[in-house]
């Protein structure tokens, strides 16, 4: 079965970190560029953040400086390592496929450049 799992959310108080996973099953990650996405109640899905097979990233201003997207190919997995949080950050986490070895042509940030996705985690940002 072909899928893509994040997993890593939870509850956290104002100025805490979280880290999120995405990983595969029935294909590979290496092949593609991954980009991350949340979605808060009653708000469009947002670009947070993508990241080339190279390692390349991309963010969103409103994370630059306090989230981090990395890539293991060995486990074949990727990671938002997300510090500093903030109750606006409270949302429900996906991660995507971007059919391209890298973000950079191609509007990142939107959803619709992507072709497959996981089920979402959700982060909690509250005190």
């Known amino acids: 079965q072909v899928q893509l799992v994040e997993s890593g959310g939870g509850l956290v108080q104002p100025g805490g970190s979280l880290r999120l996973s995405c990983a595969a099953s029935g294909f590979t990650l290496d092949r593609y560029s991954i980009g991350w996405f949340r979605q808060a109640p009653g708000k469009e899905r947002e670009g947070v953040s993508c990241i080339s097979i190279d390692g390349r990233t991309y963010y969103v201003d409103s994370v630059k400086g306090r989230f981090t997207c990395s890539r293991d190919n060995v486990k074949d997995t990727v990671y938002l390592q997300l510090n500093s949080l903030k109750p606006e950050d409270t949302a429900v986490y996906y991660c995507?496929?971007?059919?391209?070895?890298?973000?950079?042509?191609?509007?990142?940030?939107?959803?619709?450049?992507?072709?497959?996705w996981g089920q979402g985690t959700p982060v909690t940002v509250s005190s």
């Open positions: 995507a496929t971007l059919p391209s070895y890298y973000c950079s042509g191609y509007r990142w940030y939107a959803p619709s450049e992507y072709d497959f």
